[in-house]
């Protein structure tokens, strides 16, 4: 049995849940763009409070590992390992992706089937990776390049192709076709309460002190033409 605060920052939502043994118990959220730093901490006391749990009860903080937003992933993590560092416990990280994964319902799954969350990058490129349908890997976490269809061994064979994730548009209008099925999922807090109860059972944590998000790429930061003499 885990009590198990959950943050997802690796978008431009900022979600905040907490779990106990895989079960949400409350989740608050901010839709507001780029409001992580303001937001964050904000929600995680709404989490708490309303709950009605102190954080000396946490057993685990759990992160989203990236890919995502330079920033906003690094607001998430300093938060955490300050939480951990305080109450004495372990770090769980989870990967960003598999997060979107666990946002589709699995009702819709068959065996056959294949979950491809896709994270929008610059121009045609998305971070994706496939999962089967028990959410264990048939492919890593990487960067693609949308250009001659990366996934087309996929969508000649059994089941359906289930995309999701703010990248998932720009691959299924390119491509799309009977066998793809295009979700809206989101990022959301809510969805990492199963995999890091599975973490936090397996005992799968992280160097509080030395880790880092897995962001991909250096931050976009673009150098200023203005003129000042």
Same mark, same amino acid.
């Given at each position: 049995?885990?009590?198990?605060?959950?943050?997802?920052?690796?978008?431009?939502?900022?979600?905040?849940?907490?779990?106990?043994?895989?079960?949400?118990?409350?989740?608050?959220?901010?839709?507001?763009?780029?409001?992580?730093?303001?937001?964050?901490?904000?929600?995680?006391?709404?989490?708490?409070?309303?709950?009605?749990?102190?954080?000396?009860?946490?057993?685990?903080?759990?992160?989203?590992?990236?890919?995502?937003?330079?920033?906003?992933?690094?607001?998430?993590?300093?938060?955490?390992?300050?939480?951990?560092?305080?109450?004495?416990?372990?770090?769980?990280?989870?990967?960003?992706?598999?997060?979107?994964?666990?946002?589709?319902?699995?009702?819709?799954?068959?065996?056959?089937?294949?979950?491809?969350?896709?994270?929008? $990058?610059?121009?045609? %490129?998305?971070? #994706?990776?496939?999962?089967? =349908?028990?959410?264990?890997?048939?492919?890593? !976490?990487? &960067? /693609?390049?949308?250009?001659?269809?990366?996934?087309?061994?996929?969508?000649?064979?059994?089941?359906?192709?289930?995309?999701?994730?703010?990248?998932?548009?720009?691959?299924?209008?390119?491509?799309?076709?009977?066998?793809?099925?295009?979700?809206?999922?989101?990022?959301?807090?809510?969805?990492?309460?199963?995999?890091?109860?599975?973490?936090?059972? $397996?005992?799968?944590? %992280?160097?509080? #002190?030395?880790?880092?998000? =897995?962001?991909?790429?250096?931050?976009?930061? !673009?150098? &200023? /033409?203005?003129?000042?003499?």
């Amino acid at each position: 049995m885990s009590l198990i605060l959950q943050l997802e920052t690796s978008s431009e939502i900022c979600s905040v849940a907490l779990s106990y043994s895989g079960n949400t118990l409350y989740i608050a959220e901010s839709n507001i763009p780029n409001s992580h730093t303001e937001r964050l901490t904000l929600l995680i006391k709404e989490c708490m409070d309303q709950a009605g749990k102190s954080f000396s009860q946490l057993d685990a903080v759990a992160i989203s590992a990236g890919p995502g937003s330079y920033t906003s992933l690094r607001v998430g993590v300093s938060t955490a390992k300050g939480l951990c560092y305080a109450i004495g416990i372990p770090l769980i990280a989870i990967d960003s992706l598999l997060n979107l994964a666990y946002g589709i319902d699995m009702e819709l799954i068959n065996e056959a089937d294949r979950i491809i969350p896709m994270i929008d $990058a610059r121009r045609m %490129e998305v971070y #994706a990776a496939v999962f089967k =349908n028990d959410y264990s890997y048939f492919t890593e !976490t990487a &960067s /693609v390049i949308l250009e001659n269809d990366p996934f087309h061994s996929l969508t000649v064979g059994e089941g359906t192709i289930h995309v999701c994730g703010s990248g998932a548009i720009k691959y299924y209008d390119r491509y799309q076709s009977e066998r793809i099925a295009l979700h809206h999922t989101k990022t959301s807090a809510s969805y990492m309460c199963i995999p890091a109860s599975n973490k936090f059972e $397996a005992g799968q944590f %992280e160097d509080v #002190a030395y880790y880092t998000p =897995n962001y991909f790429k250096s931050p976009n930061i !673009t150098k &200023s /033409v203005k003129k000042y003499f």
